[in-house]
């Protein structure tokens, strides 16, 4: 008899500690600004290059490259959407970022999905468009393709800082900020 009460309380502590349970509010503040550290050391990487490539188009298109500048470009476009492809251990790691299930942590989950596509897809696309209206400026599909991707680029902002917005009125705090930018318009 001793031995079934010893298994049966042994059976409850296990289970009562196996039961979810819910972050304090510091941690979750603490476990989603990681998170947010994570995304923004992870995208770094790829928003720096996009919005190199951008300001290179842009002063390209407006004759303000020096003949070196005109030159290197081509490299720095390469170099660029690189950056933004699967295959950039940043972009890899930021797919692969891991973010609490709480209800703040919901939102972060849906930041990390669309700064996902944001880089990769978004920011890859007008990269490409770029590097072939550098060497052919009167394609008019690499200029639809621009246009294109620079509007899902905005969007996708859009949303991603709404989804930080949300997870910040959640837990009541200001998270870091999305360090990806606000990209001018070139087409």
């Known amino acids: 008899m001793l031995v079934g009460v010893a298994v049966a309380a042994v059976l409850a502590v296990t289970i009562v500690t196996d039961l979810p349970q819910h972050a304090s509010r510091s941690v979750q503040i603490s476990n989603d600004t990681t998170v947010m550290k994570q995304v923004n050391q992870y995208v770094s990487p790829c928003a720096y290059a996009v919005g190199e490539t951008f300001t290179i ?8 490259l020096t003949p070196s500048d ?36 919901k939102q972060l989950q ?38 294109k991707a620079e ?5 996708d902002r859009k949303s991603a800082l709404a989804n930080l917005a949300t997870a910040d009125s959640v837990l009541d705090t ?8 606000q990209l001018p318009t070139v087409t």
């Open 57 to 64: 188009f842009q002063e390209h298109t407006e004759h303000k």
């Open 70 to 105: 005109e030159a290197t470009a081509p490299g720095l476009l390469r170099d660029d959407q690189a950056a933004c492809s699967l295959t950039d251990q940043s972009m890899f790691d930021l797919g692969n970022v891991e973010v609490p299930g709480s209800e703040a942590g």
């Open 110 to 147: 849906q930041l990390v999905a669309t700064v996902t596509i944001w880089s990769t897809s978004d920011a890859l696309s007008a990269i490409e468009a770029i590097q072939t209206l550098w060497t052919d400026p009167s394609s008019a599909s690499a200029r639809r393709q621009l246009a």
């Open 151 to 155: 509007g899902l680029l905005a969007s």
């Open 174 to 181: 200001q998270l870091p900020t999305l360090q990806i930018p």
